[in-house]
């Protein structure tokens, strides 16, 4: 947009009557002279357009610095995007996020975590009793990361992501623009939408955390069977020794790394890169673009 678009733009939402005034003005043939237009122009109204250089003198009158601009300027403004409709969560989404708060009391009350720890043992017993625990740690990591993956791709409305996205950064450029030309009713205007958009963060979230109640719901039960299975010595051996990089060889149930213990460390490193391979395998998208 030129600078004179954004001058008349700024004139107009001052005074909305000039967006007729220009027009009658831009019909005007040769120069504009005040005495052949002070019936329809009021003097404030020919003030500011000479203050602010969109009438410029010639010969004996005047006449548009920019025309074209004006003619934009004058030119109804992009609206911005409405903000989409929030989804709303089922019964069984508020379900599975009451069931991922219960889990995580998990590890702080051992009677859920001996019964949850218990239940999956059934499960995953049988492969803890055939592989290495750091295995059986990497299986769980590929596990997780998939169903991760599906949940995401399928629980959350990436066009709706997209949208509340799309609507936040048109906010910022309008209002990087009004603060360049110094169009301070422009700033404010923006501001009261920016306080209206607040409720598209909620929306956000709302999408985020829905697909979030699923994944903890499985999620959480593994990490503790995996907890479980480490605090109450099932583990030992040649079972809980492992070589990593840069840390060489390391203990599940007593190694550390920084302040977190090895095996969330090794899981964590399985699972994000397990997740990465298989969002390329399956060409899923998992951000809104």
Known sequence: MSRTAEKVRSLVREDPELADVLEDL???EGEIRWRDVKGDVSSGQWGRLLEKDVLVESGEGFEF????GVREGLEPEEELDESPESSSWSKWDKLAAVGSFAAILGYNFQPIQNTIGG??????????AMLPFYVVVMALAVLTGLYSTLLQANLTDMSKMSKYQER???????MSEAKERGDEAEIERLREEQMEAFGDQAGMLKEQFRPMAWIMLLTIPAFLWMYWKLGTGQVTGEEVQMVLPLMGEVNFN????LVFPVWIIWYMVCS???SNVIRKALNIQTTPT
Do not use: C, M
């Open 272 to 274: 994000f890169s397990f």
């Open 26 to 28: 831009l019909d005007h």
């Open 168 to 174: 936040a950064q048109q906010l910022q450029d309008k």
């Open 119 to 128: 239940a999956v043992e059934v499960v995953l017993g049988p492969l803890d």
């Open 254 to 257: 007593t190694g550390r790394a």
């Open 65 to 68: 610095a920019d025309p074209d």
